[in-house]
């Protein structure tokens, strides 16, 4: 447990230390949501309408982003390897590690939300109910994010083709949390159904996540 | 004959050898029978000549998630039991998986264009299907752009197996959920729905279009193997050659050092 904490703690401190890259997600989500008035113009009440979608098309985009390098450094560095060797099952170890990334990078993009949402002239409920669907679905995102990130290690590959495996395990988030923050604004069903499969995503890639990305760690590493 | 003893590639390929031929006999005869039926099943009442278009998107629908239960299989093959062919059988199965997929989501909306008045409609059966087809190439390309095989068979295992998670999702998606796509109509409690006319030639193309894929499948297996075969020949011959050359320079070297040495 105090090794898990620990792991914690040291993933979380290098993520917000200079070189670490959390924070450069909060940016590049900015940068999108700012990106989108350009492309379908400045019409506030469209963009007030499509502002959940810009919202948590930036969220999927930066964690995703961000996500390339979760087990990158530990493998250039070596502490990988001292990780995989370690008397911690590595299952919760990369548990541990998505969680410690969600943190560094998955709450300040939550964090980020209202400003944005002012951006996108979202009202009050509106912001609520995107950075409560966020706060539901980013851990879901971040941890099928992680089996991609253990793959990017193990075949020395990132960046795009690591996207296109990634994707589309992701959609189902996407499609439940954007219907979950429709339907808290305008919609007339309720928000607790897709609200709690969002929440039961969240929890079933909390279970998938750690033990598929430990097993191609695994099985990846020699 | 276990599974165990088609580890042997040699082998695997002298008993394909002698098993394609019939299977591709079978599939041509049942596809043909299969064919001749739903030309010949009678009209619908409701939609008409189009009903005939279920005769081949069922069964690359039923394929499309079949072939990925095969590929997962074969996964766990790679991860538990290190069966030397099961990465063969994986990756061989995705381009005839994402053909198939690909079959059903074309078939499916010639049929919705008449019949919903759209070709494509955001339901959950049909995004389901649609991120089956993306998963699909995502792990062909996966299998691409990695050189070393068994590196890229393990990773694509590990994919292939969080990937299932989507099958019963595609299964169940027209119970969860109120859908344009009609539920389940032939496998379900309470016995078939569909009338003896229609069921025949649906269940007769289902087994034709397994066969089909048996037969792809195995043959593609066999072509798996044997461009691995000629890759290892070519790189043999490659290293021969670069070993060669290289204890050529050598002794041009060292003999060049001696020149030197007695200069």
Not at chain 2, 215 to 223: F, V
Request: aromatic letters at 8%; glycine letters at 8%; one cysteine or more.
């Amino acid at each position: 447990m105090t090794a898990l904490a620990a792991l914690i703690r040291r993933d979380i401190r290098i993520a917000l230390r200079v070189g670490g890259g959390a924070l450069i997600g909060v940016l590049f989500f900015l940068t999108v949501v700012v990106l989108m008035p350009f492309a379908v113009g400045p019409d506030l009440a469209l963009l007030s309408r499509l502002g959940p979608a810009i919202l948590w098309l930036g969220a999927l985009l930066a964690s995703l982003l961000t996500l390339d390098r979760l087990f990158m450094a530990d493998h250039e560095d070596g502490s990988l390897d001292l990780i995989t060797m370690s008397r911690t099952p590595l299952e919760l170890a990369c548990a541990a590690k998505a969680l410690a990334h969600w943190l560094a990078a998955g709450l300040p993009l939550i964090v980020a939300t209202p400003v944005l949402g002012l951006l996108l002239n979202l009202d009050m409920v509106a912001t609520g109910a995107v950075a409560l669907t966020l706060l539901a679905g980013t851990p879901a995102l971040t941890f099928t994010g992680m089996i991609g990130a253990a793959l990017a290690v193990t075949l020395h590959r990132g960046g795009l083709l690591m996207a296109v495996l990634v994707l589309p395990l992701s959609i189902p988030v996407l499609i439940f949390g954007v219907a979950a923050s429709q339907a808290a604004i305008t919609g007339p069903l309720s928000f607790g159904a897709p609200f709690s499969i969002l929440c039961a995503l969240s929890l079933v890639s909390l279970v998938v996540g750690p033990f598929a990305a430990a097993m191609s760690l695994r099985h990846g590493l020699d | 004959m276990t599974l165990i003893d088609l580890a042997n590639p040699t082998r695997f390929l002298a008993l394909t050898a002698r098993v394609l031929p019939w299977l591709a006999a079978a599939t041509i005869i049942l596809l043909t029978i299969g064919l001749y039926q739903s030309a010949f099943a009678p009209d619908d009442y409701q939609q008409g000549a189009t009903v005939k278009i279920m005769f081949i998107h069922v069964p690359n629908a039923w394929l499309s998630m079949f072939v990925w239960g095969v590929m997962s299989v074969a996964s766990l093959g790679t991860l538990v039991w290190r069966h030397p062919l099961a990465d063969v059988a994986a990756k061989s199965a995705a381009p005839i998986g994402a053909a198939f997929t690909f079959l059903a989501l074309v078939t499916g909306s010639l049929w919705g264009r008449p019949m919903w008045g759209t070709y494509w409609e955001w339901d959950a059966r049909l995004t389901s299907v649609l991120i089956l087809f993306l998963m699909y190439l995502g792990l062909m390309a996966l299998w691409r752009a990695v050189e070393d095989p068994s590196r890229a068979a393990r990773a694509a295992a590990v994919l292939t197996l969080v990937g299932a998670i989507n099958l019963p999702i595609i299964k169940f998606s027209v119970d969860w959920w109120n859908t344009l796509h009609q539920p389940a109509s032939v496998m379900r409690m309470g016995g078939s729905t569909l009338d003896k006319s229609f069921l025949i030639p649906l269940l007769v193309m289902a087994i034709a279009f397994t066969l089909l894929f048996v037969t792809l499948h195995l043959a593609a297996m066999r072509n798996e193997i044997l461009r691995r075969r000629v890759r290892s020949l070519q790189m043999m011959q490659a290293s021969r050659v670069a070993f060669s050359s290289e204890v050529g320079t050598g002794s041009r070297e060292e003999s060049a050092s001696k020149e030197a040495g007695a200069a």
